[in-house]
C-alpha cells in the first residue's frame, strides 16, 4: 500500500557530501517513523540513523555522529539524509524503511523499505 523510493547515491571523494532522499507514497494514514540503514561490503546491515514520528528524536549510530544528519520535510512523508566528510568506509547500500518502531532510541523496521541506493566513497 506505500511504496518507498530512494535517491541521492553516487560516487564521491573522501571528505565530499551526498544528500540521500526518501519518499513514500500511496495510502498513507499516520506520521511515520524511519530509519536509514546501510549494508556495506562484506558486512552486515547496519542501522545509520532514525526519527521518531513527530521529527522531534533521532537516533545516530557512532559512525554517523557528527557527520550524518536526518531530517524530515514538513509534508511528513520525505526523509532525507544529510552526509558530510564521507569515508571510504561509507561505501555500502543505503536503505530507508518507513512505519518502523521508533522507541527510546531503538528503531525496529517494519514493512516498507526503499530499493536501495549505492554510496561509493573513493580515497
Known amino acids: 500500500q506505500v511504496q518507498v523510493v530512494q535517491s541521492g547515491g553516487g560516487l564521491v571523494h573522501t571528505g565530499e557530501s551526498l544528500t540521500l532522499s526518501c519518499a513514500a507514497s500511496g495510502r498513507t494514514g499516520a506520521p511515520y517513523a524511519m530509519g536509514w540503514f546501510r549494508q556495506a561490503p562484506g558486512k552486515g546491515r547496519d542501522i545509520v540513523a532514525a526519527?521518531?514520528?513527530?521529527?522531534?528524536?533521532?537516533y545516530y549510530n557512532y559512525f554517523a555522529k557528527g557527520r550524518f544528519t536526518l531530517s524530515r520535510h514538513n509534508a511528513n512523508n520525505t526523509w532525507y539524509l544529510q552526509m558530510n566528510n564521507l569515508e571510504p568506509e561509507d561505501t555500502a547500500v543505503y536503505y530507508c524503511?518507513?512505519?518502523?518502531?521508533?522507541?527510546?532510541?531503538?528503531?525496529?523496521?517494519?514493512?516498507?523499505w526503499g530499493q536501495g541506493t549505492q554510496v561509493t566513497v573513493s580515497s
Open positions: 524503511n518507513v512505519g518502523g518502531t521508533y522507541y527510546s532510541g531503538q528503531y525496529h523496521p517494519h514493512d516498507y
Open positions: 526519527i521518531n514520528w513527530s521529527g522531534s528524536s533521532t
